[in-house]
């Protein structure tokens, strides 16, 4: 596949953001900014960046909680996103939701329950709206490997695919669910991929550490379901490379397997890629993550002098 200079410094710079958008989450709860606990996704960050790059406007996502930063990757400003995270009133909730709650209805976000794969069917719901607005557009519904054994995951699996329903399921298969490996969770080796013929549905398994690679796999299956063809799965191996959440120590897990897979660094590949093929100059990269940089550290700042959320105010906006 050949592409413009414009499309692979967008996903390079997709990438780059997502990986500094968790690096500051990481360094702000080492600070003791982020109440409650944070999940990194780094390492993670091509399966956003390479699918992200096959979307058009009135598409629907359900992120999930790793990584995070795909808020940011979706529209959501900085100064929201890490409002929210620090429980500040500038949040897109106010503070109330945090980190799992970084989400805008305006920017096609469906939201994301904390309850795993139950909120699974609002995808194929959405889904359901684009089937009879009659557009080309499509649902991207994000699960993790341990996620994927989950019952609701598979009403949703089912109902999208009797009604050929527009949706993209995307496996984040990094290989754990919290501290239990893919192996001792799934009967089969690829969770996401391997299921897909339960549902008749078309599937790829792809490098996740390999954004281009994640956008052409992508690519094929969403141009497909555009046309009307009904539902897929994608799945995407890569690799947690923190604990399960900060402060985990992963003694469950061999260090030397987590090293061999931060050698395949997905911003780092596709920097040498851009490089490699004259592209960009080290200077553009530098420009690209000085950038970043600043504008990450403004919105910093401006969350760590929003007001916090008070007492009185958390109740407001819940209804029963
Ligand atoms: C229904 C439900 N059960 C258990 C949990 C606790 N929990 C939080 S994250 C997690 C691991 C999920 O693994 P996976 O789907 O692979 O996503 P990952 O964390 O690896 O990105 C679990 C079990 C939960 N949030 N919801
Ligand atoms: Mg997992």
């Keep these: 596949m050949t592409y413009s200079k414009d499309f692979l410094v967008k996903v390079y710079r997709d990438l780059a953001e997502l990986r500094m958008f968790e690096e500051k989450l990481v360094e702000a709860y080492a600070q003791g900014k982020v109440p409650g606990h944070i999940h990194s996704g780094m390492g993670e960050e091509a399966v956003y960046a390479g699918t992200l790059a096959t979307t058009k406007d009135g598409d629907y996502y359900k992120i999930t909680h790793r990584p995070v930063g795909a808020a940011v990757t979706l529209g959501v400003s900085y100064e929201t996103a890490f409002s929210e995270a620090m429980g500040k009133s500038t949040g897109n909730s106010g503070g109330r939701g945090g980190i799992n709650h970084i989400s805008e209805l305006s920017k096609g976000m469906l939201g994301f329950s904390g309850s795993l794969g139950c909120d699974a069917a609002v995808g194929p719901g959405a889904a359901l709206k684009i089937k009879k607005d009659k557009t080309d557009n499509i649902v991207y519904v994000y699960y993790g490997d341990g996620t994927s054994s989950r ?30 490996h893919i192996s001792r ?15 008749g549905m078309p599937s790829k398994i792809v490098d996740g550490t390999d ?26 191996k890569a690799y947690r490379w923190r604990g399960h959440f900060e402060g985990d120590q992963t003694p469950y897990r061999d260090a030397k397997i987590t090293e061999e897979w931060m050698k395949k660094d997905c911003v780092k590949i596709m920097e040498k890629y851009l490089l490699d093929k004259k592209v960009v100059t080290e200077d553009e990269i530098k420009a690209i993550n000085d950038e970043l940089n600043d504008e990450m550290n403004k919105a910093i700042e401006f969350a760590d002098n929003s007001p916090a959320i008070t007492a009185d105010e958390i109740y407001d906006n819940i209804y029963a």
């Design 185 to 199: 969770g799934s009967s089969v080796e690829n969770p996401g991929a391997d299921r897909a013929a339960g549902y």
């Design 151 to 180: 019952g609701p995951i598979h009403e949703a699996m089912n109902l999208a695919a009797v009604w050929k329903l527009p949706v993209l399921f995307i496996c984040q298969n990094n290989q754990f669910g919290i501290s239990t």
């Design 211 to 236: 954004a281009l690679a994640v956008y052409e796999a992508t690519k094929e299956l969403v141009d497909d379901i555009r046309k009307g063809n009904g539902p897929a799965i994608l799945e995407a």
